[in-house]
């Protein structure tokens, strides 16, 4: 079964870092653009940050520009987003997603038509 699986949520106090992990099952991560999104209560799922297959281009959301950092690993099959000085507003349900396209920030501006999306991880900030 071809799939995605993110891992790393849980519960963190604001100012502090969180790794995320997605990984994939089934296919190789290699010539795919990979997308980390969010969706917080209420609210609707937005693009964070999207790297390009051949890792030269990254795009991030203003509100995570110089706190997240996106990167990933073809030999593990494995992307990753490293979210530091979290806010409680960073608070949502986070999602890795895939695609066969050109362009990451084309990825990142929309949530319809990337090729595979994970079940989504939990990350609670609060203290």
């Known amino acids: 079964q071809l799939q995605l699986v993110e891992s790393g949520g849980g519960l963190v106090q604001p100012g502090g870092s969180m790794r995320l992990s997605c990984a994939t099952s089934?296919?190789?991560?290699?010539?795919?653009?990979i997308g980390w999104f969010r969706q917080a209560p209420g609210k609707e799922r937005e693009g964070v940050s999207c790297?390009?297959?051949?890792?030269?281009?990254?795009y991030y959301g203003d509100s995570v520009k110089g706190r997240f950092t996106i990167s990933r690993d073809n030999a593990k099959n494995t992307a990753y987003l490293q979210m530091n000085n979290l806010k409680p507003e960073d608070t949502a349900v986070y999602y890795c997603?895939?695609?066969?396209?050109?362009?990451?920030?084309?990825?990142?501006?929309?949530?319809?038509?990337?090729?595979?999306w994970g079940k989504g991880t939990l990350v609670t900030v609060s203290s």
């Open positions: 790297i390009s297959s051949d890792d030269e281009v990254t």
């Open positions: 997603a895939a695609d066969w396209g050109p362009d990451a920030r084309a990825m990142c501006s929309t949530t319809v038509g990337q090729d595979y």
């Open positions: 089934g296919f190789t991560l290699a010539g795919y653009i």
